[in-house]
């Protein structure tokens, strides 16, 4: 095995408990994935994030077939729609955390922009978030969908089934997530009230400054 590949299994399980400890994803929902240089590691199918083996994770070859570990999420689709749109990200979480969950289910949330910029770290960290129709989870269906939005958008929602992160590294791809949650609660908190959103020269100041677009 690979310093690499060690590395990344570590990291998997690290932060998979990071994510269920603080109740950003319940029982065995939500799955991981991070990018090799020879394949793919994923959390395997039915796994609970907080308690993951790391010599038990799904290890895939570059043309995504199973050649170690437990069988992989049934999230497949979804995660490689990701990779094929970003080529140079690294790892991809999907949680069903409550607060950008709820933003997915709600008919009036903006399809083009559902975490509307009100602080600078969600331009910075996360961007735009868009949201893809529902899909049956593990659908192929899916797909499309993802690459029709990921080249211009690192993080999505789910119509009716929560949000999905890509990152330049597993740890990137957590930190957006985590940035992405706590801004839709701050969303939902502030429902119904006059919130000043960051103007569109401050989102282009935020994007010049640390160089969002590269």
Known sequence: MSGEEKKAREGLVRWGKSLFDRGLTP?????LSVRLDDGYL????????????????SKLDGEGRLV??????????LHFAFYQARPLARAVVHLHSTHATALSCLADTDPD????PITPYVVMRVGKVPIVPYTR?????????????APDHPA???????P??????????????????ETARLVL??????????????????????????
């Open 68 to 77: 170690a570990g437990d069988p992989p999420t049934k999230e497949l689709p």
């Open 164 to 181: 999905v992160v890509a990152g330049a590294s597993l740890e990137a791809a957590v930190f957006a997530m985590e940035e992405l949650e």
């Open 137 to 149: 989870p593990g659908s192929a269906d899916v797909a499309p969908l993802i690459r029709d939005k």
């Open 113 to 116: 922009d559902a975490i509307p």
């Open 42 to 57: 994923f959390t395997p199918t039915n796994s609970c994030l907080g308690f993951l083996d790391a010599d038990r994770l």
């Open 156 to 162: 999505i929602l789910l119509g009716n089934h929560g």
């Open 27 to 31: 029982g065995s929902s939500g799955n």
């Open 189 to 214: 908190l502030t429902r119904g009230m006059k919130v000043r959103h960051l103007a569109s020269q401050e989102i282009a100041d935020l994007e010049a400054t640390f160089k969002l677009r590269g």
